[in-house]
């Protein structure tokens, strides 16, 4: 099997990680909610990327919800020394399939407590704010969090889906170590959120990375370029984030150990100044 041979990039300037992590996302069950119908399988999932080098692992409190960071811990504990769990609080999760956001301090504290618990340590590597609350002043939301860094219960502070107005704002109150947004191949409207995380050598970790499958208008290029590395198109967008920017560390998620080892070996795909170019059209 290959294993992951992505570059580094240092989180918060200290913890060292392979640039192409695994989101845990989808290791839960039908439409993130409850456990899979294969508990083994979701485990093994987790253990197959760890085995393949992959060194970071994203998950969040609201995905299951607690389910994925159950499964972590079961699959994982006692946790390499090398490896970095990532987790984020801040979304309510329902059976409706809502995601809402909840930005309360109090609130946040609690999650923060109970993601400890299911995860099984004493502080968590990367604690992220999931999403700005609009009935909560954003600043609030933050300063609760740079609080429980203050305490040593997070090892480093990260934002999801923010505004380079709000990173701002944010990096006023605390070190912020990185930022989750939606961008890939096909979207890339938050391309000056990035511009700012390379600006301030902040890990930019792009969800939604395979914007799943929806190729649209890159259908052929991407059909052209994996034609001439053998590869798959998801490869190649996987690829293309890698050598986008030097701070992007995507996240690909999957159920599936097969589709796991396609995604860790799209590591070692080197796309071509020209290639880069006529994907970047």
């Not at 059909?223 to 590869?231: E, F, G, L, M, Y």
């Amino acid at each position: 099997m290959l294993q992951n041979e992505s570059d580094t990039f240092d989180i918060g300037g200290e913890l060292t990680v392979h640039r192409l992590g695994f989101g845990a996302m989808r290791v839960t069950g039908e439409d993130i909610i409850g456990e899979p119908d294969d508990v083994e399988n979701a485990e093994r999932v987790l253990q197959t990327a760890v085995s393949l080098g992959v060194d970071f692992i994203d998950t969040a409190d609201s995905y299951g919800p607690g389910v994925s960071e159950r499964l972590i811990r079961d699959a994982l504990a006692p946790y390499p020394d090398d490896l970095v769990v990532a987790t984020k609080g801040g979304l309510l999760r329902n059976r409706d399939g809502d995601w809402l956001p909840h930005g309360d301090p109090d609130y946040l504290r609690n999650a923060h407590l109970c993601s400890l618990d299911r995860l099984g340590v004493d502080s968590i590597d990367l604690y992220q704010f999931h999403r700005p609350d609009p009935d909560v002043d954003f600043e609030e939301s933050v300063t609760a969090l740079a609080e429980l860094k203050d305490e040593g219960v997070i090892g480093h502070v990260g934002l999801s889906n923010v505004s380079v107005e709000q990173l701002e704002t944010a990096r006023d109150i605390v070190d912020v170590a990185t930022v989750q947004n939606q961008f890939n191949l096909t979207d890339r409207e938050d391309d000056d959120v990035l511009a700012a995380c390379e600006d301030y050598d902040i890990g930019f970790i792009p969800w939604y990375p395979l914007a799943a499958g929806d190729l649209g208008a890159k259908a052929d290029v991407l059909d052209s370029v994996a034609a001439n590395h053998d590869a798959t198109e998801y490869q190649v967008m996987l690829a293309w984030l890698l050598q986008h920017s030097p701070v992007t560390l995507p996240i690909p998620g999957t159920s599936s150990v097969e589709h796991l080892k396609q995604n860790v070996a799209a590591s070692h795909l080197e796309l071509t100044d020209g290639e880069m170019a006529r994907l970047d059209e």
